[in-house]
């Protein structure tokens, strides 16, 4: 009896390969769009064009990321040009320079959520889930207080010092670029 053939290896699925990607990177995008438009309107306009380039000439071998922002730098520049007889359009060089500034400011904030969670997992159990409750949305400090049996004063202090901890835990994440900085 002949051995049973290998099945073939599935084929990656270049839609759901580009919804995944686009659900990672799409926040960021409308992020870095506002960031050179004045107004959310305008931002929200132009990602949807973005949305439709991406979705038409998608290919799963490049750099989703840079691609994806180089369009939509691109689709910006195009917005603008349309908007030209309105006096409170940027011009090229600043929209670009803004784009550069936005990207920058975008991998700082990246770094400094990495490094918050870092800093997060190094804290007991009973500050990590006090910090985690108390930014929950929707969450009332005095509620809080009264479930942990303590004044809302005795909370709110607690909590300060706990974000003081994590600030500094951070600050020396970022100077020293580790993702796993000692709480102390």
Known sequence: MPPPSASPSPTPDPHGQFLRLLAEHQAGLHTFIRAMLPSREDASAVLQDVL???????DSAQDFK???YGVARLEVLKHLQKLRRDRHVFDDDLVNQLADESLT??????TQQDAL???????PA???????SAYTKGTRM?????????????LYKMLHRTRQLLLECVRRSMTRGEEGPHLA
């Open 52 to 58: 439709v380039v991406l979705w038409q000439k998608f």
């Open 66 to 68: 840079k691609w994806a």
């Open 105 to 110: 400011h975008q991998e700082r904030h990246l």
């Open 117 to 123: 969670e870092g800093c997060l997992q190094k804290l």
């Open 126 to 132: 009973a500050q990590r889930e006090l910090v985690l």
């Open 142 to 154: 005095d509620d809080l207080a009264q479930q942990r049996g303590q004044s809302p004063m005795a």
